[in-house]
């Protein structure tokens, strides 16, 4: 089992910055590939950004390459979220998610965070 908690969320105004955390705790955190997804109301889930065990590999959705980075500490235990540039189709609510595949595809996953919400202002 791996427990992971998000942080670091909240109301911004289009244009700002937001870095999400997530903390990680149980089995060894440098075992899990971990990703970033995101839902909005209404809308499906939606891959955002996952990052490989070592941190030598990254994937992002098309809609935020550019502006956000993922990353990792693994002595901290402790993946990131860095969202640069916001836009209000920004908002949703964010999870950190961790498994045993590099993938875009949520079912890849399998422990899972409880969400912090961003909200972007116009």
């Known amino acids: 089992q791996v427990q992971l908690v998000e942080s670091g969320g909240g109301l911004v105004q289009a244009g700002a910055s937001l870095r999400l955390s997530c903390a990680a705790s149980?089995?060894?955190?440098?075992?899990?590939?971990m990703g970033w997804f995101r839902q909005a109301p209404g809308k499906d889930r939606e891959f955002v950004a996952a990052?490989?065990?070592?941190?030598?590999?990254?994937a992002y959705a098309d809609s935020v390459k550019g502006r956000f980075t993922i990353s990792r500490d693994n002595a901290k235990n402790t993946a990131y979220l860095q969202m640069n540039s916001l836009k209000p189709e920004d908002t949703a609510v964010y999870s950190c998610?961790?498994?045993?595949?590099?993938?875009?595809?949520?079912?890849?996953?399998?422990?899972w965070g409880q969400g912090t919400q961003v909200t972007v202002a116009s």
């Open positions: 149980g089995r060894t955190f440098s075992s899990f590939h």
């Open positions: 998610a961790a498994g045993p595949e590099f993938s875009i595809n949520f079912h890849h996953y399998n422990y």
């Open positions: 990052i490989t065990r070592t941190g030598g590999g990254t």
